[in-house]
């Protein structure tokens, strides 16, 4: 969220005193420093709304970036969005907003075009990342085999979607009713389920991955350690330095995230 956006959910006589100095920037985006919004608001809560349940920030309704009012399906949702604003201190930082930025996509961004992202998850499954096992070492592939080929199966008895499977990275070609068995099994989901189903597909490699948490049959941990098997076995060879532990454990919170937003559309 910009600061310019926090802005326009914020009441007219509210804000901070302009006579105020300018505080220090307080977050790092590359080389630049950006800063953060102050917190607006002194109280969160959801609200019954018609065609489902919103947040209100000191009375007002919160909004996406389009402008759009902010209508969840579930009392659920709701409650875990208001979370997301009460958690926040001095300063709003949308980097530990996730579950806003799932939401606020799903309203400006999937609702609008969402035989789009539907068909983008069944490209997905046109090279998920489940079907390529390491050249080498043999201890790594059989780890593959041994953790991905049951989930695999879950999709094929499940789904009703035979994956094809390979060692390498040289592309393996899906059939047709594979494809069409992940396009039937997304076709049912609406956009509230499709955009965190998109975002699990998006961070682990694998759509198959996405749709066994949506389906419950695996948890979103046990997701996240399956999809990792490969860079854990890296990290446990070569070590793994800061950066790439804190741009993994963004990405988690994301994952948590959208697992969350689907446990409360259930």
Known sequence: MSKREANDNQPTDAGPDRGEP?????KRLGRETVELPKRFYATVATTPIERGFGVVLDGRPIKTPAKSQVIVPTL???????????AQGERINPATMPLTRIVNTTLDAVMPNIEAVREDLVAFAGSDALCYRALEPDALAQRQARTWDPILDWAEATLGARFATQRGIVHVEQSEETLAAIAQAVAVYSAWDVAPIHVITTLTG????????????????DAWAVAHIDEDWQIATWGQDEEAQARRAGRYCEMRA?????????
């Open 22 to 26: 300018a505080a220090p920037p307080t």
């Open 76 to 86: 659920a949702l709701a409650e875990a969005l208001a979370a997301d604003w009460q």
């Open 206 to 221: 694998s759509v198959v991955l996405a749709l066994a948490v949506a389906h419950a049959a695996i948890s979103p941990d």
């Open 258 to 266: 959208a697992s969350l937003m689907l446990e409360t559309l259930r």
